[in-house]
C-alpha cells in the first residue's frame, strides 16, 4: 500500500521557474489588442488549456468591459480564436528558452524512478508545444515516463481529471490513492482533486507565487517566509492536501503519505 505514481505538471513545476513562457505572451497579446492586462490577470487561470486561459480571461468583468470599450462590442469566440493563433505563434518563438528544470527536480526525479515510482506528467500546453519543451527539458536532464497534453484528451484539459487517468492507464496505477499529482497553480489543485488523487501544491518557483529565481533569491529571508506562506494559504483554501516548497521535500512527503496508507488513512 504506496504511492506508485507521482503525476507533475510542467512550466513553473519541473521548468520555467516562475512560469513565465506563457505569462509574458499573455501579456503581449492583450496589450496588442488595445487591452492592457495586468500580470495577476494573466496568471489567474494558469494551467489551464491556453485556448481556455484566453477564453477565461475575456470573461474577467474588468476585461470584458474593458474589451466592450476599445473594439465598440463585447468580445466572441472569433476574438477568443484570434488571440489564440497569435498567442500560439508568439510563444513557439520563445519557448524553447524557457525549459530549465527548476532546482531539485532532476535529483528528485532520478531518486524517485530508482525507488521504482513512475513519473507521469500533464500540462495546459498542447502536443506542438510541448514537442519543443520535452525535446529541450530531456537534453538537460528531465524525462518523465510519460505526458498527457489537452489534445489527447479531446482538449479537456484541467480541471477536468482525464489527462491523470490516461496517465494512471498508461503506467499502470492501481488506485487513486496511490497517485500524487504536483503542480504550481490551483489548476492544478483542482485537476487532482477531481481524479480522486493526492493534491500537492509546490511554491518556490510556481505561477502561484509569480517570481523569477533572481525576484526571489533578492528577497530577505522574511520577504521569502511572506510569499510562501501566501502561496501556501492559496493552495490549501483549493483544498490541496499538502503543500511542499521545493521538489527536494517530495520524496519525504511520500514516505508520510506511505505511512497514512499503511494504517489505512486515505485523502481527507
Excluded at 484541467?158 to 490551483?186: C, Q, S, W
Excluded at 502561484?208 to 526571489?216: R, T, V
Aim: with cysteine; hydrophobic share 40%; net charge negative.
Amino acid at each position: 500500500m504506496k504511492i506508485e505514481t507521482v503525476i507533475l505538471d510542467w512550466a513553473g513545476t519541473t521548468v520555467d521557474f516562475g512560469c513565465f513562457a506563457p505569462v509574458n505572451v499573455f501579456l503581449t497579446i492583450f496589450e496588442n489588442a488595445g487591452v492592457p492586462v495586468t500580470l495577476q490577470e494573466a496568471r489567474k487561470p494558469m494551467g489551464m488549456l491556453k485556448i481556455d486561459h484566453i477564453r477565461t480571461m475575456l470573461e474577467m468583468p474588468r476585461i470584458s468591459e474593458e474589451w466592450k470599450k476599445v473594439q465598440e462590442r463585447a468580445f466572441t469566440e472569433d476574438d477568443v480564436q484570434a488571440l489564440y493563433v497569435q498567442f500560439e505563434a508568439k510563444l513557439m518563438e520563445s519557448l524553447a528558452t524557457y525549459t530549465d528544470p527548476i532546482p531539485h527536480v532532476v535529483d528528485t526525479v532520478h531518486h524517485l524512478k530508482l525507488a521504482g515510482i513512475h513519473i507521469g506528467s500533464t500540462t495546459g500546453y498542447t502536443d506542438s508545444m510541448m514537442d519543443v519543451v520535452t525535446s529541450q527539458a530531456a537534453l538537460k536532464g528531465y524525462k518523465p515516463d510519460f505526458l498527457v497534453t489537452p489534445t489527447q484528451v479531446g482538449d479537456m484539459g484541467r480541471p477536468y481529471p482525464y489527462m491523470i487517468f490516461r496517465n494512471m492507464e498508461e503506467l499502470g496505477a492501481k488506485t487513486t490513492k496511490h497517485v500524487i499529482k504536483v503542480g504550481d497553480t490551483t489548476s492544478d489543485i483542482l485537476e487532482a482533486l477531481n481524479a480522486g488523487v493526492w493534491a500537492v501544491g509546490v511554491i518556490i518557483g510556481s505561477s502561484e507565487m509569480g517570481l523569477s529565481e533572481q525576484e526571489f533569491m533578492a528577497l530577505s529571508n522574511e520577504e521569502q517566509q511572506r510569499v510562501i506562506e501566501k502561496t501556501k494559504h492559496i493552495f490549501e483554501e483549493k483544498g490541496a492536501h499538502y503543500t511542499i516548497q521545493t521538489m527536494q521535500e517530495l520524496p519525504a512527503l511520500i514516505e508520510k503519505i506511505n505511512e497514512r496508507l499503511e494504517i489505512g488513512l486515505v485523502q481527507s
